[in-house]
């Protein structure tokens, strides 16, 4: 109850020092949520086409817990994954796309 008054006074006395303490907590946190995101590039073999292949690759890696982003192009091979390394490791996202029945490996930079 002490922590409700205290926070209910700051709103009634001071509306723009909660907001500001507000704002400054919500940086903290996306900070250390942006830290676990990494992005990656893989190279896929076996594609033959757009539609079956590349896209069937970026439905199953975006249904997996962890990875935010995916998108795959025949054209030039090349998988694009961003994903959350606390949640997944990038040997498990080689492995989902070699269950698909394709070959994967890490593009060099």
């Known amino acids: 109850m002490k922590h409700f008054l205290f926070i209910l006074s700051l709103l009634v006395c001071s509306p ?3 907001l500001a303490t507000s704002k400054s907590t919500n940086t ?34 975006k249904t997996v817990p962890g990875i935010l982003k995916s998108k795959t192009k025949i ?10 390394d606390q949640k997944i490791k990038i ?9 698909k029945g394709y070959a994967a490996k890490l593009k060099s930079s």
């Not at 250390?32 to 594609?47: D, T």
């Open 16 to 18: 723009n020092a909660s």
């Open 28 to 61: 903290s946190i996306k900070f250390a949520y942006q830290k676990n995101i990494r992005s990656v590039e893989i190279i896929v073999g076996g594609m033959s086409c757009q539609k079956g292949c590349a896209d069937g690759i970026d439905k199953k890696l």
């Open 75 to 84: 054209e030039t091979g090349i998988c694009k994954v961003t994903y959350d």
């Open 91 to 99: 040997e498990d996202i080689l492995k989902i796309i070699v269950e």
